[in-house]
């Protein structure tokens, strides 16, 4: 390798168009690597690598950006605005460089850092988990979406300095650390001060001469600093914003107290307030009562609306226009305050008078529900209100007041209806209902899968739904194909773009195009071969990572989502014990090996989540060591589940579990990922899975249990016990694990989840679907042994998988819900050459 000098490095920078790159994107990297380092190229660690390689990428996107950005400002098109307390990014680098385009051109044999090989770079960086499941991931999807379809737009969120915790497996137990994700200077994120927003917290106001006025030294200042991620979509073309906030505190912080002579008090003050922005919930099912999760809430919709709102005015004289320039899209009822901060402002600060200003508001908002639980939905004490931001509660009372009017006028004398309806639920401590507030106050409620827009009209908020029918729709999830399934498994990429071109990168229902290829003999080996490879990859990076071997000629089934009581996965590892059992009574069965992988993490609160964990850990440890089932059935516990995890596991994949209550998950999108790469669905008729088997056709599906009405008319009845008297196979199993089978050294660790299936009633009704859960288990088995068959099939879920796109996703939002078009960005040619000119 030469040695590089500064001269050369600044010599050959100068051609460093978009499109031809690799001699000159060297020498970017290199530069890097020597001015941000101080290191010659053969000496980058990975890490500087990493940052050396992303920055000098961001070089070249940055013109880009700016020209995006400046071409929306003068265009003045509508913007979408999508609020959202999660963005679980993961890694940005390769997908950054896909989207350019430059996938081929910077990385291996181009690069010349031959001491390292390309996969240790991009392992260099750490996944932003900034989220907690699906609905981050969705938030992540669809941004990637907006700006591949070239609608104006922009990510608000919040800068946690903690993600979502790192887990790892102690003895079959998880143990919780903290995932510093920023410890390293994150080259994909531009800090920018000079726009800081302002948030006052607990003002308290008094009317003076006619206007409303914050009480003098009843306030206190936040800052909300914007950290901004380049989003880039596909081709290049639009570059859009992901900002996040993070939280500052005004030199003048706390002045009264610091002048009064508490030196130490205002400084623990400053500590406390800039705590703010430290650490995600990671709670993704039960509200976690807590004010710091409070004040974060508001502290988003602060920022973010004055954010927006500054734009908006910078374009716009008049706020009648607001709806038409402007929509703002709620991510669950997270950032609900909207309704009640853009109504302070337009009343307030516009002076605009209570009726335009919530015409306005309706007009501009719009939210989405993500879950059915009625444990989920946020439910914030009156109290945190008067604390934090005592005019909203003033704001949201006034709403209130007039809603109730007016539902008394269309249902009169029916008081329940009034109390059910109300955004303040009055037993005991008064509480503010936020999805309540979210539908009164937006002019569109959606599901996110057919079904589940369906219960939410007809029973979670029935009563909603009579007196505002139009505002409810449904929004099919999406998850985006370059993450999914271009840039995680680049082989069957390139034979289904081999075989029916390139158009389903963004098209994603051209997919439609393999189905013929189904009864195609060369095709289907080509297929199952890929297949193979993927799993002989993931085995080998198991084995080198963890040490732990797995036969990569067994049936690879997947189960990873977070660990939670609705989404089943005591059903499964309760299949695996039915299966074991099968093994012990008869050695010579037969049926082919299975691996059964379980990754996902379960919220460090949720007691019975930990412990089935635990279950699943001692289950795999008695299987994979005991003679009669070893080599047949295995289970491996992959610890810290996160979006790299998925993306290496995914590809790898026969068999996917989807196998919730159904009536309970709001619709799913790992399944979309599976059926995307080939993977045979086993689920219930449950969220987005049921629209997945209407698209692929339920003979390529194995489907099974109680329908989600089922599931309702049977709960007055439904028991156990009877499952456990009447079914041999299910007691067997359930009498082995509570004997002791599985925790020989560590008696009774299993009751609480023996109490759960037996003595409390078993909520989720595992018992009702264990029977016909393993009958369809039985027949995948049988298919699975018919390589032609699983083939023909798997083939069919890739061709047949093109509605799950986020594109799709997002052009039904934007045609719609927000009335947004495209605002294409033209790139002049070769304007890459002057990005890197104007650095020197
Ligand atoms: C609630 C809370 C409460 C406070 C602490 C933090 C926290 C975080 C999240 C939530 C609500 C989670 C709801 C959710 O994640 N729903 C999932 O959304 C996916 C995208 O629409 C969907 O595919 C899943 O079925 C649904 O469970």
Excluded at 309 to 335: G, Y
Aim: hydrophobic share 40%.
């Amino acid at each position: 390798m030469t040695k590089p000098d500064a001269t050369q490095a600044t010599q050959s920078v100068d051609d460093g168009s978009l499109e031809r790159t690799s001699g000159s994107g060297r020498m970017e990297v290199n530069r890097h690597l020597m001015f941000d380092h101080l290191v010659l190229p053969e000496e980058g660690s990975p890490r500087e690598c990493f940052e050396a390689v992303s920055r000098a990428l961001r070089d070249r996107l940055a013109r880009r950006w700016m020209h995006t950005q400046r071409t929306q400002d003068r265009e003045n098109p509508k913007r979408v605005y999508y609020l959202s307390m999660e963005f679980l990014i993961g890694r940005t680098l390769t997908n950054n460089m896909i989207n350019l385009g430059l996938d081929s051109t910077l990385h291996d044999g181009h690069l010349h850092l031959e001491h390292l090989a390309w996969q240790d770079i991009v392992e260099a960086e750490p996944d932003a988990g900034l989220g907690n499941g699906g609905l981050g991931r969705l938030a992540a999807c669809f941004i990637e979406s907006l700006a591949t379809l070239q609608i104006p737009s922009m990510g608000y969120g919040l800068r946690y300095e903690y993600g979502i915790f790192r887990q790892s497996i102690e003895n079959g137990f998880q143990i919780e650390q903290p995932d510093h994700w920023l410890r390293n200077p994150d080259p994909w994120e531009i800090a920018r001060p000079r726009e800081t927003a302002m948030v006052s917290v607990g003002c308290q106001f008094e009317w003076h001469d006619g206007k409303l006025r914050a009480v003098p030294g009843g306030c206190t200042h936040l800052l909300g600093v914007p950290y901004d991620r380049p989003v880039v979509g596909y081709g290049g073309q639009t570059i859009n914003t992901l900002r996040l906030w993070g939280v500052g505190t005004p030199d003048y912080f706390d002045f009264g107290e610091f002048s009064s002579g508490d030196f130490v008090g205002a400084i623990v003050d400053r500590v406390v307030a800039e705590s703010i922005t430290r650490v995600l919930y990671p709670d993704d099912s039960t509200r976690a009562g807590q004010a710091l999760r409070f004040v974060q809430e508001y502290f988003l919709v602060t920022c973010s609306l004055a954010d927006i709102l500054h734009r908006f005015r910078h374009s716009n004289e008049d706020w009648e226009q607001l709806p038409e320039k402007v929509a703002i899209q709620l991510n669950d009822t997270h950032p609900a305050m909207a309704v009640a901060e853009l109504m302070r402002v337009l009343v307030d600060e516009a002076n605009l008078g209570w009726k335009k200003a919530w015409e306005l508001t309706v007009g501009t908002l719009a939210y989405t529900n993500h879950t059915l639980l009625p444990e989920a939905l946020e439910k914030w004490p009156v109290q945190f209100f008067k604390m934090v931001c005592p005019r909203l509660l003033e704001i949201t009372l006034e709403i209130n007041r007039r809603f109730l009017a007016e539902v008394e006028t269309r249902f009169p004398n029916d008081p329940v209806r009034l109390s059910r309806m109300s955004l303040i639920e009055d037993a005991g401590e008064q509480h503010i209902r936020m999805a309540n507030l979210a539908i009164v106050g937006t002019h569109s409620t959606n599901g996110v899968a057919q079904i589940h827009s369906d219960l939410l009209r007809t029973r979670v908020v029935s009563d909603f739904a009579e007196m505002f029918p139009h505002r409810f729709n449904n929004k099919t999830n999406g998850v985006t194909p370059r993450r999914w399934l271009l840039s995680a498994n680049p082989d069957l990429a390139s034979l289904i773009t081999e075989s029916i071109g390139d158009a389903w990168i963004v098209d994603l229902s051209e997919l439609r195009r393999l189905a013929p290829l189904a009864e195609d003999t060369a095709f289907r080996q080509d297929f199952l071969q890929t297949k193979q490879n993927a799993k002989q990859r993931f085995c080998t990076w198991l084995e080198t990572t963890t040490g732990q071997q797995v036969n990569p000629t067994s049936i690879f089934d997947c189960q990873v989502k977070r660990i939670h009581e609705y989404k089943r996965q005591l059903l499964n590892i309760l299949h695996v014990v039915v299966l074991y059992q099968r093994l012990r009574e008869n050695p010579s069965a037969t049926f082919p090996p299975r691996t059964f992988f379980f990754a996902g993490k379960a919220a460090p609160a949720y007691r019975l989540a930990k412990r089935i964990i635990k279950l699943i850990n001692n289950v795999g440890q008695v299987i994979n060591n005991d003679p009669v089932s070893a080599g047949r059935l295995q289970v491996v516990f992959l610890p810290n589940y996160n979006v790299s995890l998925a993306e290496r596991l995914i590809p790898a994949s026969d068999v996917s579990e989807q196998i919730s209550t159904a009536g309970y998950e709001a619709s799913g999108t790992s399944n979309m990922k599976f059926m995307m790469n080939g993977a045979l669905t086993i689920g219930t008729r449950d969220g987005a899975t049921i629209e997945m088997a209407q698209e692929a056709g339920e003979e390529n599906f194995f489907l099974f249990g109680l329908t989600a009405e089922q599931v309702a008319e049977s709960r007055p009845w439904y028991s156990p016990r009877w499952h456990y008297d009447n079914e041999l196979e299910t007691r067997a199993a359930l009498d082995l694990i509570f004997s002791g089978h599985f925790n020989r050294d560590e008696p009774g660790i299993f009751e609480p989840i023996r109490e759960t299936l037996l003595e409390q009633g078993d909520f989720y009704m595992h018992l009702a679907d264990l029977s016909s859960y393993a009958a369809t288990h039985q027949r995948l088995g049988e298919i699975y042994t018919d390589k032609d068959a699983w083939a023909r099939a798997a083939i069919l879920n890739v061709a047949h998988s093109g509605k799950f796109s986020s594109d799709r996703t997002i052009a039904e939002y934007a045609s719609e819900i927000w009335n947004a078009v495209p605002c294409p960005i033209a790139h002049e040619l070769k304007e890459g050459a002057n990005d890197v000119k104007a650095q020197d």
